[in-house]
């Protein structure tokens, strides 16, 4: 089991929200350092620790292709971890593996396999799905798992998460509260990218609130 544990006390709540964020799209980049309230959490955000972000081109987080552009090719039903690769302030290239609710487990399956609750808009042809891969439960990775029936699942190692992966990442066993939370995904130029945010909340946010007006804050800056 791979294990992606960057931990940074940086990230946990403390009274105000103070960003710092070089984020990247199509219209450039966009620098942040604004105090949201205290009635919110800090997060102090750095391109390396920023969450996949639309425009994001996903990256191998390991193995002989660590660090290139995640293809349809790679995929399989079987977990492929990436990470988000963004710009810095400069426009440099960054690959947001500062904080590890950014890493993502990507799947393809073969057509018609992938169902509701996924939210196939988000999905490349109905068949390549991409999720957070922190348990919602207490922040592990999760990792491949095989059900009874012999298909694959995921599997978190912790306490015994089980999602489905076919099926929006729910929970099909142990204790995780969420599923996984879905990134909506392109193919472009062969290269896999995100198009948003993750549609529900990852791990390490307090509330839905909380994850719902970092998304905003972040799309006033890049609007
Ligand atoms: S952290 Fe995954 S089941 Fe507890």
Known sequence: MTR???EDPELTRRKFINVALGASA??????????LGGANPVFRLTPKKAPPMPGDVLVHAAGEKAGQPVTEADLSDQVTRAWPMGKD???????RDGDPTSIL???KFPEGELKAPTNLDATVNGQIVAYGDR?????????????PSGK???NCPCHSGQYEPREGCKVIGGPPPAPLPQLP?????????????????PFGY???EEWQHYTEKVKELLS
């Open 26 to 35: 199509a219209v450039g980049t966009v620098s942040l350092l604004s105090t």
């Open 4 to 6: 992606y544990k960057r």
């Open 105 to 107: 487990a990507i799947f």
């Open 185 to 201: 995904v392109k193919i472009e130029g062969g290269q896999l990218v995100a198009t948003g945010f993750f549609l529900t909340r």
């Open 206 to 208: 307090p509330s839905d």
């Open 89 to 95: 302030a400069t426009g440099a290239p960054v690959i």
């Open 135 to 147: 348990c919602t439960h207490a922040g592990c990775n999760v990792d491949n798992g095989t059900a």
């Open 152 to 154: 694959s699942i995921m």
